[in-house]
């Protein structure tokens, strides 16, 4: 599966209502650590028909970063039936972001 781009518009019906768990990666276009973990995020959503992966530019949705308390990028979100249930912050190798979900 493809990665989402994660905006206001369609965080209730693509997040907040999913039937499969939801990795949310919060990033931005000028935070380094975030183009280190973009491709393993990316690598993660081809290989995982079981989870949504989508991506949430700080930038562009100030809202949602508000919302999920993101004070530091990149911070990664795994949801499942509309709730947090797991939250990491910083680049991390792929083993550790798959042991979330």
């Known amino acids: 599966m493809s990665v989402m781009n994660i905006t206001n ?3 209730r019906s693509e997040v907040l209502n999913s039937e499969k768990p939801v990795l949310l990666d919060f990033w931005a276009s000028w935070c380094g650590p975030c183009r280190m973990v973009s491709p393993i995020v990316d690598e993660i959503a081809a290989e995982r028909g079981d989870i949504k992966v989508g991506k949430v530019n ?3 949705q100030p809202e ?3 919302q999920f308390g993101v004070m ?3 911070t ?3 949801m499942k039936d ?3 249930v797991d939250q ?6 792929k083993a550790q972001i798959l042991a979330m979900l």
């Open 9 to 11: 518009s369609n965080f």
């Open 58 to 60: 700080v930038d562009e």
């Open 64 to 66: 949602l970063a508000a």
């Open 72 to 74: 530091s990028i990149p």
């Open 76 to 78: 990664l979100v795994v």
């Open 82 to 84: 509309g709730k947090i």
């Open 88 to 93: 990491m912050v910083g680049a991390r190798p």
